[in-house]
């Protein structure tokens, strides 16, 4: 079964850059999509189909997806930002990331 | 606004049932896929299953964990989703979240989720 790979944890600077990436094999071949989840609440779609926003969704969330590593990138991350981040792609199943805690310093 | 509420978790011994259900508002449900997605306590997300639009032949798909214990099923009439959970475990024990879908895997608008423990 396919694998995705994602750090435990990324710390940040408040109003710096966050970087998370999501591990895979040929994952460029798929499309990742990104969740948001604070914590006592729902996950929250974040971006999909690798780079694209829902509506209502800052500009500060992009993504990426080249090789075997798709990336969520966090520009000018703020504390509401602290939360867990999971990738996820279709493999003849629904296939999520471990998660990776954002932290907001 | 879109909205999925869901209900009937709860406590349940091993080897049980329970069957799920999540009220939509707010959107075409009888044209929407729907999916099922569990958190186990502490762990990260697991899809369960999903169901396509009854135009779409109303097909259902489940991951290899629940397969042949899990069914989803849906009443359009009453904007409802379904999910029926037999010969659980223990590890089945998670909150479990509605979803609708983004055809054909794009988990879009969640529900709050309701709890299911499995324990004797």
């Known amino acids: 079964s396919y694998e995705l790979t994602q750090p435990l944890s990324v710390s940040v600077a408040l109003g710096q850059t966050a970087r998370i990436t999501c591990g895979g094999n040929?994952?460029?071949?798929?499309?990742v999509h990104w969740y948001q989840q604070k914590p006592g609440q729902a996950p929250v779609l974040v971006i999909f189909?690798?780079?694209s926003r829902p509506s209502g969704i800052p500009e500060r969330f992009s993504g990426s997806n080249s090789g075997d590593t798709a990336t969520l990138t966090i520009s000018g991350a703020q504390a509401g930002d602290e939360a867990d981040y999971y990738c996820q792609v279709w493999d003849s199943e629904g296939v999520f990331g471990g998660g990776t805690k954002l932290t907001v310093l | 606004e879109v909205q999925l509420v869901e209900s009937g978790g709860g406590l349940v011994k091993p080897g049980g049932s329970l069957r799920l259900s999540c009220a939509a508002s707010?959107?075409?449900?009888?044209?929407?896929?729907m999916s099922w997605v569990r958190q186990a306590p502490g762990k990260g997300l697991e899809w369960v299953g999903r169901i396509s639009s009854k135009t779409d032949g109303g097909t259902t798909d489940y991951a290899a964990a629940v397969n042949g214990r899990f069914s989803i099923s849906r009443d359009d009439s009453k904007h409802t989703l379904y999910l029926q959970m037999n010969s659980l475990k223990t590890e089945d024990t998670a909150v479990y979240y509605c979803?609708?879908?983004?055809?054909?895997?794009?988990?879009?608008?969640w529900g709050q989720g309701t709890k299911v423990t499995v324990s004797s």
């Open positions: 707010g959107f075409d449900f009888s044209n929407a896929w």
């Open positions: 040929n994952i460029v071949s798929k499309n």
């Open positions: 189909r690798d780079y």
């Open positions: 979803t609708t879908l983004i055809v054909p895997d794009v988990f879009d608008v």
